[in-house]
């Protein structure tokens, strides 16, 4: 059995050398139920000298490959990188800033050899990380469970793949995408691993609430079309509200002559009457999102299903 182990690299040139030698290798050289692995390392454009120390890394060890992209790309469409490169019966991939420990992954191959063909790594504690990234990362979770997604809170890119699980991820060539979601989608036998997040070895992390944000967003769009339909579901709500209140007034205030002394003004009445033409207005909002839903599903080019080989029998 060979093991891949994917590591995306951009900036890190404080932290490369103390992962690989001191995180790394010794996780990698008590490994057991592996004859051989790769380490493949992804260089996402990066503006120091993350690239050159790779490099060396190469001339000391023929176990590693560099993998240097023409500029930054983004994590996830490096990570996607490193997974087509990737030659091994299993392929992990890590972060190289130590927040996601190399001395796990003996349990994570031995949850794939124990016949898991996907194995999730789920932080289960924080090292020190401050109380607004908790209640963030607990909010996306929330909001991503709710449009449908099924993603377990704490889930992240730490995570073992089969190589199977590998053929049918590199089938998907959407642009905008979250490689985790994809894997979810994707099926096969899953398995979590719990593991506490660790703090950096040095630096400071390349995501910032920019582009945490955006990660979000992309995943709210390309997970679950959901959102095309709020403010759909708003629009019926407010013209089912406001056409009873609007008929309710008709009958009170002018078909019995306002028994209850109520005394609707001509402004109550129009903005009873506003409100149910702009729910209107969002109901055909709605109409028009399916169309984009529909339009969105096709432009992903996703297979129409994922036959899981491995336990199929007699296929032609």
Not at 73 to 97: R, V
Not at 131 to 141: D, H, K
Not at 263 to 292: D, E, K, P, R, W
């Amino acid at each position: 059995m060979k093991l891949s182990i994917v590591a995306p690299v951009y900036n890190e040139e404080a932290v490369i050398t103390d992962f690989h030698y001191n995180l790394l290798m010794p996780a990698i050289s008590t490994l057991k139920g592996t004859k051989s692995y790769e380490v493949v390392y992804v260089n996402d454009g990066s503006s120091d000298k993350s690239l050159e120390i790779l490099q060396q890394l190469t001339q000391h060890d023929k176990h590693i490959k560099v993998v240097s992209l023409s500029r930054n790309f983004g994590k996830e469409l490096a990570l996607t990188a490193g997974i087509a490169e990737a030659t091994g019966d299993a392929i992990l991939t890590i972060d190289t800033d130590g927040q996601q420990p190399p001395r796990y992954i003996q349990q994570f191959v031995d949850r794939w050899l124990a016949g898991a063909d996907v194995v999730v790594g789920v932080r289960d504690h924080y090292q020190k990380h401050g109380l607004v990234a908790r209640l963030g990362s607990s909010l996306f979770y929330f909001l991503i469970n709710i449009l449908g997604a099924k993603t377990v809170p704490g889930s992240t890119d730490f995570r073992l793949i089969s190589k199977e699980v590998q053929a049918e991820f590199l089938k998907l060539t959407e642009h905008r995408r979250i490689t985790r979601g994809i894997i979810d989608w994707l099926g096969f036998k899953q398995d979590h691993l719990y593991f506490t997040y660790e703090n950096r070895l040095a630096g400071k992390p390349s995501y910032n609430f920019k582009k945490l944000f955006g990660l979000a967003i992309n995943s709210f769009i390309s997970m679950s079309p959901t959102p095309l339909y709020i403010f759909g579901w708003l629009g019926c709500a407010i013209t089912l509200l406001s056409g009873l209140f609007g008929l309710f007034i008709l009958i009170e205030q002018f078909a019995m002559s306002d028994p209850m002394g109520l005394n609707f003004t001509g402004a109550t009445c129009l903005g009873i009457f506003t409100a149910f033409l702009i729910g209107l207005v969002l109901i055909s909002q709605a109409i028009t999102a399916l169309y984009i839903s529909h339009i969105h599903t096709e432009s992903l080019g996703r297979p129409l299903y994922v036959v899981d080989k491995k336990n199929s029998r007699n296929l032609k």
